[in-house]
Structure formats: C-alpha cells, structure tokens
C-alpha cells in the first residue's frame, strides 16, 4: 500500500492559473492553458531555459496518473497539488516525488486516466501520452 498523501486544505492556486512552478519561492513558469498541455509546455520550457528540474516544486490545479507520469519524467522531485487522483499516487511514490494535496479523490473524470490504469511504464505512458497530444492538436488545428 502506498503511502497516504499530506492534506494541506490551504494549498492555493490562484485562478485562472492550472499550474505554477518554483525555484525556491521564486516563479518561473505559470500556465491557464488545460488538460495536460502545461506539462508539456514544461518540457520545452527546461529545454529552453537549461533549468534544473531537481531544483523545483510544481503547484498544479488537477494531478491524475498521466499527469504523474509526466511529472515523474520531467524529474521534479516535488508536487502540490489541489485535487490529487489516488492513481497518481503510485507514479509519484515509485519516482520518489514529494507530494502534498488539498484533496484526495478516487480518481479524476479523464479518459487519459483511464488509458493508463494498468500501466506503471514511463516510456509506454510517455509515448501514449505523445499520442493523444498529436491527437488533440489535430482536433484543435
């Protein structure tokens, strides 16, 4: 059994904000965008600012298992989050990622989710997720 996440009932995220991340107390990156896009938007982000990702904490609005999954492969070592999903909690403890919640939930209402129930593969979860992001560009475009 996993371990039980910290409850921190005041945990804030400022709306419209989905997710922040930290260097300290210092920001240096925010997102309003939806679904798991901040992630990746995350990804590029390190990419371009040659910032260590061991050296942050993500504030995020919704944490479920793909976006554990992503979490884990960016290699933050840290996550609070204000609704967190129990699937996501074996992603975070086999990472080794920290985690505080404002409230746990069974699961979160996302196809995505879903797709990734039975997988504790990050590169599986990884390429699936590229998948569905191709996917919902596509729709979007």
Not at 15 to 22: I, K, N, S
Not at 73 to 100: D, K
């Amino acid at each position: 059994m996993w371990d039980e996440p910290v409850l921190d009932p005041g945990l804030h995220l400022p709306a419209p904000l989905t997710l922040r991340l930290f260097n300290g107390d210092e920001v240096l990156f925010s997102s309003e965008r939806h679904w798991l896009h901040p992630l990746f938007d995350l990804e590029a982000f390190f990419a371009q600012s040659g910032q260590d990702p061991a050296r942050t904490r993500l504030v995020d609005r919704i944490t479920g298992r793909a976006a554990a999954f992503l979490v884990a492969r960016l290699g933050i070592p840290e996550l609070h989050t204000l609704i967190l999903s129990r699937r996501a909690i074996p992603i975070l403890a086999r990472h080794g990622i920290r985690y505080h919640c404002g409230e746990l939930v069974d699961r979160v209402t996302c196809a995505t989710e879903d797709l990734l129930a039975e997988t504790l593969d990050l590169e599986a979860a990884w390429s699936l997720l590229q998948e569905r992001r191709s996917h919902s560009h596509a729709v979007i475009q």
